[in-house]
């Protein structure tokens, strides 16, 4: 427990179920989340821990089971949808920046268009969020014309712009350059000690085991285990999880 | 004994044939040598039948009296000379083209994102328009529709549509929008309104440009042409809409007034007339056409990756905003350069219309050469025309793609 978690769920999930077509993804996945709760979920590929965290803000939809996000269930309503995207910021493998919008403008669009705010105030926020990313020199440049560290710390002040609950990250390092892992790294520790909540898919286990307040470990569509960081990394319970924290400890 | 390990480095002088710097110049002059050569043979190859036959080259019969009606178009007489004939041709061509193009853009964007409809009745209704006038000759087409015109019914038991449309076997009547005496006086207040506009306009991005932004860095400062653009919206339009507005009330007639088509004794008056050719080509090279730039639409709007739909999906737009300010301003870019040859394709597929025996530039071509002995000329007259469209289109799309793509360079 980190000094900002509280004891109020924000994320609920009840037995959530997904198939792509035979594949079964998820098969059941029950947890809570709470508000300031940083949790890092970890796994082999193919194991369905992002399918889960896209399962949050339904850009995959879940077939079985109930999510509920900041009191709203996560159903077929649009506005429903729509308000939970409102309170849910991600943070993709890519990055996927707006490649025909300047960098500000990439963080002003949401602002602007879904909140309604003045293109002054926006910019204004936005500015703000980039020098707290420490790439306010990078506000009028286009993603194509900035690093890949910089393309995703753009992208983080994009999604904070529009003052999330709860902030998703799926892989969100995968696609650096060594080099640039740290300057992001450093970003969502300082996002981390801020009291956001924060839903971590990441294979950095030196992150985890500093910031997170649990880790999930998930395997073939299931939990197989979950515990503080220093419980999960030095006493695992499961042949799986140890065999996996071996091999990636090896790296 | 030292051992020389240092790698051997071939610096020997080259010698000319194996100079890649020299090979190259060299093709090109000699490929240059053999096209002029080629082509000099066969001018002068076709020069030498010309004369056996009796002929030559001659532009001068384009002032002599073409001598044959035309349906329509602009102003002609047969007493006409040939020049004048042509040119009726070419004016036919471009309104085809130019009316068909704005069409089938519209029609093909519709069709095109129709197909990728969540919903599967609007998606199947587009794949069949599309599958269907893609896969069936143009020709064949245009003359089925041309046989459809045929068959319309009467003047006199005319379609109606609104009461100001009204098809029948002569083809399509619109109503028209004609200038009356008040229209050179508001074409004055029209000019102020311009004038105006560009005073201020100048003025004002002066303005910010060297005073409000004067203290900010160079690189945050707004260039002088987005001071321009600020100022065109903000400012010249509304003065340029109360200028001409105004000026509409205070000139003493309507500038213009709205020319119903009205049935008389011999078949309707006033208004636009669209003939049974016109409107029978103009159907079936927008029909056509629209079902190939459907698919140009799709694939551009499906080259815009899955992510980016997420991340905006992920900040809260709505599937409509999605759409608007994310995918298809990335589509656009992808979607110019092929919707460009479906828009030369259109105007050169107008040429068909000799099926049907619309006055287009090819028809009234082959009449000429029917007519005169100059077949060589006019083919070449015809081939020029078209290619000078064609250039000319494509120079305005590769001006527009290039001043609408604007991604920064990547690293």
């Known amino acids: 427990m980190n000094e900002n978690t509280t004891n109020d769920p924000i994320i609920i999930c009840e037995d ?90 990439n963080i002003t669009l949401g602002p602007i268009q879904v909140r309604k705010m003045s293109k002054k105030a926006a910019e204004e926020a936005a500015l703000a969020l980039l020098e707290r990313m420490d790439i306010a020199d990078q506000a009028y440049k286009y993603p194509a014309e900035i690093s890949g560290g910089q393309q995703q710390r753009v992208a983080i002040a994009r999604a904070l712009a529009m003052e999330p609950k709860i902030m998703l990250f799926d892989e969100p390092t995968s696609a650096l350059d060594p080099e640039m892992i740290s300057e992001v790294l450093d970003v969502m520790r300082e996002l981390a000690h801020s009291g956001m909540t924060m839903l971590v898919v990441t294979h950095e286990m030196g992150f985890a085991r500093e910031v997170a307040d649990r880790v999930m470990f998930f395997d073939e569509g299931v939990v197989i285990e979950e515990a503080a960081p220093a419980d999960f990394f030095d006493n695992p319970q499961h042949e799986r999880t140890k065999l996996f924290i071996s091999q990636t400890l090896q790296h | 004994m030292m051992e020389d390990n240092s790698p ?41 039948g010309l004369k056996k036959q009796g002929l030559e080259l001659e532009l001068s019969f384009l002032r002599t ?111 028209s929008l004609e200038g009356t005496a008040g229209l050179i006086p508001w ?38 042409i987005s001071n321009i653009i600020f100022g065109a919206k903000w400012v010249a339009a509304p003065i340029f809409l109360i200028v001409t507005i105004v000026g509409w009330f205070l000139t003493p007639e309507v500038p213009f007034e709205l020319l119903q088509p009205e049935l008389q004794r ?84 107008s040429s068909l ?20 002995d100059q077949s060589i000329l006019i083919f070449a007259m015809i081939m020029v025309s078209y290619l000078i469209m064609s250039l000319t289109t494509s120079a305005f799309m590769n001006w527009y793609n290039r001043s609408i793509t604007r991604m920064g360079r990547s690293k």
């Open chain 2, 266 to 349: 011999f078949g309707f008056v006033g208004g636009m007339n669209f003939s049974p050719e016109f409107t029978a080509l103009l159907i079936g090279l927008t029909v056509y056409t629209s079902a190939f730039i459907a698919e140009v639409v799709r694939s551009g709007i499906q080259a815009v990756v899955k992510g980016q739909r997420e991340a905006a999906r992920s900040v809260g737009l709505k599937e409509s905003q999605v759409l608007r300010l994310v995918v298809v301003p990335q589509a656009i870019p992808v979607i110019v350069p092929p919707l460009t040859s479906q828009y030369l394709n259109l105007a050169k597929n």
């Open chain 2, 187 to 224: 074409l004055w207040y029209l000019l102020v309104g311009i004038i105006l506009a560009i005073i201020v306009v100048l003025g004002l991005a002066a303005f910010r440009y060297f005073f409000e932004f004067r203290e900010l860095h160079e690189t945050d400062r707004p260039s002088f």
């Open chain 2, 8 to 48: 051997k480095v071939i610096s020997d002088k080259i010698p000319f044939y194996r100079d890649v710097r020299f090979l190259q110049v060299f093709f090109q002059i000699l490929f240059l040598i053999g096209i002029v050569l080629l082509a000099g043979f066969l001018y002068s190859n076709m020069l030498n």
């Open chain 2, 353 to 372: 219309a000799i099926a049907i025996g619309f006055p287009e530039l090819f028809q009234i071509g082959k009449t000429m050469i029917g007519q005169t």
């Open chain 1, 16 to 105: 959530v179920h997904k198939w792509f077509d035979d594949f079964h993804v998820l098969k059941g996945i029950t947890t809570t989340f709470k508000k300031g709760e940083r949790a890092v979920i970890c796994g082999p590929s193919g194991s369905g821990k992002s399918t889960f965290i896209r399962t949050i803000n339904r850009l995959e939809e879940h077939q079985r089971g109930t999510i509920i996000v900041d009191g709203i269930e996560l159903s077929n309503d649009l506005r429903n949808i729509n308000l939970i995207r409102q309170e849910v910021g991600m943070v993709f493998q890519q990055f996927n920046l707006f490649p025909h919008l300047t960098n500000i403008k």
């Open chain 2, 65 to 175: 009296e073409a001598g044959f009606d035309i349906s329509e178009g602009i102003e002609y007489e047969s007493s006409d000379t040939y020049l004048k004939a042509f040119s009726v041709g070419v004016v036919n061509t471009i309104k085809v083209s130019i009316i068909g193009i704005f069409c089938a853009t519209f029609i093909g964007f519709f069709f095109g994102i129709a197909r990728l409809s969540s919903n599967w009745l609007v998606r199947t209704i587009a794949s069949v328009y599309v599958e269907c006038f893609r896969n069936i000759p143009v020709i064949l087409q245009i003359m089925f529709w041309y046989a459809t015109m045929l068959v319309l019914p009467a003047v006199d038991e005319s379609i109606s549509l609104f009461d100001s449309i009204f098809i029948n076997v002569q083809g399509v009547y619109l109503p």
